[in-house]
């Protein structure tokens, strides 16, 4: 796909699961199974689809996955997967490595999207994973995460953004950013404090990277909400603004966490929004 001066490339990190209770929050499982079965411990499958943005001298990369700093304990936990797919091999397939990379937008710095950023050598020091990028992420998403509560102090790891700081790479952003010419940043605050949505957009056409406020087609009801969500119904309310955005303007929606289902337009009737196509870049 290509918008304005970028061409997009989805960037299929690895694969891993979650508990589908979990990911649906209230929605009861005879619902939520039929788009997402579970496996015999009520696991969904999940990916950590980044998206890159190719234009000119630029090489834009949108979250980074879950890396390979986690244990062995909580990969075994999540059963993450990576003999299918990793970070490098999907950008090897558009002839890049981690060295062309400029910048790395981060939606937020939960593990499974900002693993990625950092790396540990064969000596067990931690490196920079994109040495010549600048990340950029929402100030008040940093801040939480320096301080998260005990219900979400499970999802960040120090280790995956303070080093960026030290570096002097981390580009705070401040509330709806226009990025350059097409790219816009929106925070939304139901999932966590300052998550950040990525819009590209040259006026013909649209895509929205919706992170963790739509993971996954499952997820585009409105109701149909993680347990994860900090504040939920802030989550509704902000799904049911930008779903409104997104099938009245025909945008396209970017699946983060779907191993299926890449990209889809969607539809609204009295019933609620729905996919209507499902398509990949």
Not at 80 to 107: A, H, Q
Not at 236 to 256: A, G, P, R
Request: hydrophobic share 35%.
């Amino acid at each position: 796909m290509q918008i304005g001066d970028y061409r997009l490339h989805s960037v299929q990190t690895g694969l891993f699961k979650l508990d589908g209770g979990a990911m649906f929050g209230v929605v009861p499982k005879p619902l939520w199974q039929k788009t997402n079965p579970s496996d015999d411990q009520n696991r969904i499958d999940m990916c950590t689809r980044a998206l890159l943005l190719e234009g000119g001298k630029r090489k834009i990369l949108i979250d980074t996955g879950i890396g390979y700093k986690l244990s062995e304990k909580v990969n075994k936990i999540y059963d993450v997967d990576f003999s299918s797919y990793t970070l490098e091999k999907s950008l090897e397939k558009i002839n890049l490595n981690k060295n062309d990379i400029t910048d790395v937008i981060l939606t937020h710095l939960h593990f499974d999207h900002a693993g990625g950023n950092t790396n540990y050598d064969e000596d067990g020091k931690l490196k920079i994973s994109f040495p010549n990028a600048i990340y950029h992420v929402q100030k008040k998403q940093y801040e939480w995460a320096l301080n998260p509560t005990e219900r979400d102090r499970a999802s960040f790891f120090p280790e995956n953004y303070k080093s960026l700081e030290e570096n002097k790479i981390l580009n705070f952003i401040n509330e709806e950013h226009k990025f350059d010419e097409f790219i816009t940043l929106f925070p939304v605050n139901g999932h966590t404090s300052h998550m950040q949505l990525i819009k590209i957009s040259d006026g013909n056409e649209t895509l929205l990277y919706t992170a963790d406020l739509i993971p996954t087609a499952g997820h585009v009801p409105a109701p149909y909400i993680m347990g994860y969500d900090l504040f939920p119904l802030t989550t509704l309310e902000e799904k049911k603004k930008y779903l409104k955005d997104i099938s009245d303007n025909n945008w396209t929606v970017y699946f983060e966490h779907d191993p299926y289902n890449e990209c889809a337009k969607i539809g609204a009737n009295e019933r609620g929004y729905f996919v209507k196509e499902r398509f990949n870049l």
